[in-house]
């Protein structure tokens, strides 16, 4: 139940460990401001931080989980691997999973994604390989996909049983993640992972600041006495997917995290959602299998 969270929630995945429901994102937080970032972070009580080698902040990332003091398994860490790399398929993907390793100065990453599904379907498949054979030498705990469409997300069903046929062992999908808000609610991707308990992360879950003063949504605001963020956030929970809000702000890093006290009711959340198309990041899911 939505009220039941709380910032300890979480999540447990197809791989068995246990995601946070909330994250801390840090994509354009800039390298020599991510270990700060990150800290306020752990301090508002986050304990997942989304990171991706396109960043250019997983050293960030991993300063700050040193310094923090915070036992290293109470910590979920996520980085991507970079589409060009996922373009040059398994042997580039293999690189890139040391290199983040190495610049994040981690024994093991959480969760490790494919940033984007470009490449065609040969590197696809080769990139997922690198990814399940990183699980198997315990590099990596949790392996996902990030702005894959539906029929990308069937090609890798497909590629996962080939390498179980070829192999074994063709891993498993633990964690999506999307841009998901009122505005862009993606609810083909919802449904295709809840029938197979994939946890559903939601990017740009504050539409990186461009919705502020909608209509609906200020009214909700000021009906729950909560800022328009904290609705957003709010609605992403408890549509089931694990928001990400991004800051590099002290005070709005405690903010997207003070969600616990209040809860919108099922006709708040349908009436923020609306038929709108209109991602306000890039948009991968549309790219036919051949690129
Ligand atoms: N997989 C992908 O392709 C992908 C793509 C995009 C994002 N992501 C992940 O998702 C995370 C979040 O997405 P995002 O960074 O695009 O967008 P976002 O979290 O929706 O928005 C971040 C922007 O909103 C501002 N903001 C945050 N909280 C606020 C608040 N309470 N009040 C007013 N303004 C607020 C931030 O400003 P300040 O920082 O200046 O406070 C920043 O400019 C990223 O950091 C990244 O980890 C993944």
Redesign the pocket.
């Known amino acids: 139940m939505a009220s039941s969270y709380n910032i300890n929630s979480t999540f447990k995945l197809n791989s068995g460990f246990e995601i946070p429901r909330l ?7 800039p390298p020599e401001a991510t270990e700060q ?1 990150s800290l306020e972070a752990f301090k508002a009580g986050y304990r997942h931080i ?3 080698a396109a ?1 250019r902040n997983e050293a960030g990332v991993g300063d700050a989980i040193r310094a923090s003091g915070i036992p290293r398994s109470e910590i979920f860490y ?1 980085s ?1 691997i970079p589409s060009p790399v996922v373009r040059g398929g398994y042997e580039a993907t293999k690189e890139q999973i040391e290199k983040s390793l190495k610049t994040a100065g981690l024994d093991y990453i959480d969760l490790m ?1 494919l ?2 599904p470009y490449g065609g379907s040969a590197a696809r498949k080769g990139a997922w390989k690198a990814l399940v054979e990183a699980v198997e030498e315990g590099k990596i705990r949790s392996i996902g996909i ?2 894959y469409g539906v029929h990308h997300l069937d090609e890798l069903e497909q590629h996962i049983a080939e390498l179980k046929a070829e192999r074994g062992n063709g891993g498993i999908i633990s964690v999506g ?3 998901i ?1 009122p505005w862009c609610a993606r609810n083909d991707i919802i449904d295709w992972f809840a029938k197979r308990n994939i946890a559903c ?9 461009t919705r ?1 003063g909608d209509k609906t949504l200020a009214k909700l605001a000021q009906k729950h006495g909560k ?4 609705i ?1 956030i709010r609605w992403s929970l408890q549509k089931g997917l694990i928001p ?6 002290p ?3 405690k ?2 995290a003070d969600l616990y006290n209040f809860e919108l009711s099922q006709e708040e959340v349908a009436e923020l959602e609306t038929d709108e198309y209109a991602p ?3 948009d ?1 899911l549309k790219t036919g299998l051949d690129n």
Not at 23 to 29: H, I, K, P, W
Not at 201 to 209: F, I, L
Not at 244 to 249: A, E, N, W
């Open positions: 994250g801390f994102g840090v994509y354009q937080t970032a989304d990171s991706a960043y996520t991507k994604l940033h984007a990030s702005n993640q999307y841009e808000h992360e939601a990017y740009s879950p504050v539409v990186q600041g502020w800022t328009e963020a904290q957003l990400l809000p991004k800051s590099v702000t005070s709005r890093i903010e997207n306000v990041c890039w991968p």
